[in-house]
């Protein structure tokens, strides 16, 4: 089972807090459990943990950035290879990376 987790920044200090979000009385909230407090947080910045982590351990969230070393030939046999950030996105039960050209590479996570 998927661990269900939410980050936002703080809105008095823009530090980031992790726990369970709410919209409470019009105001997002963040119950922060290490601390046991909520936290007034800024809407934009809210995003949900798609239950993956890094090759170095880093929870990976949605509308995230992750860095991928891709090898690959174009069709003109050029090496195209490096490495890229793509946008986490975490869509019906998938996480996808958001491709320059807006396309979608969907995975999905084995449990």
Same mark, same amino acid.
């Given at each position: 089972?998927? %661990?269900?987790?939410?980050? &936002? ?17 019009? %105001?997002?909230? /963040? ?20 239950? +993956?982590?890094?090759?170095? @351990?880093? %929870? /990976?969230?949605? @509308?995230?950035? /992750?860095?991928? #070393? ?6 003109? &046999?050029?090496?195209?290879? @490096?490495?890229?950030? #793509?946008?986490?996105?975490? %869509?019906?039960?998938?996480? +996808?990376? /958001? ?7 969907? @995975?999905?996570?084995?449990?």
């Amino acid at each position: 089972m998927r %661990e269900i987790k939410f980050k &936002g920044r703080r809105e008095f200090d823009r530090k980031w807090v992790y726990g369970f979000y709410a919209n409470w009385n019009g %105001e997002s909230v /963040i119950y922060d459990w290490k601390t046991r407090h909520v936290y007034r947080v800024i809407p934009e910045t809210v995003a949900q943990y798609i239950g +993956c982590k890094t090759q170095y @351990g880093k %929870e /990976i969230y949605d @509308g995230g950035k /992750i860095k991928i #070393y891709i090898e690959m030939i174009d069709e003109a &046999g050029v090496d195209i290879s @490096g490495t890229k950030y #793509y946008e986490v996105k975490w %869509e019906n039960g998938f996480w +996808c990376w /958001i491709l320059d050209n807006g396309e979608m590479i969907r @995975g999905r996570i084995i449990e």
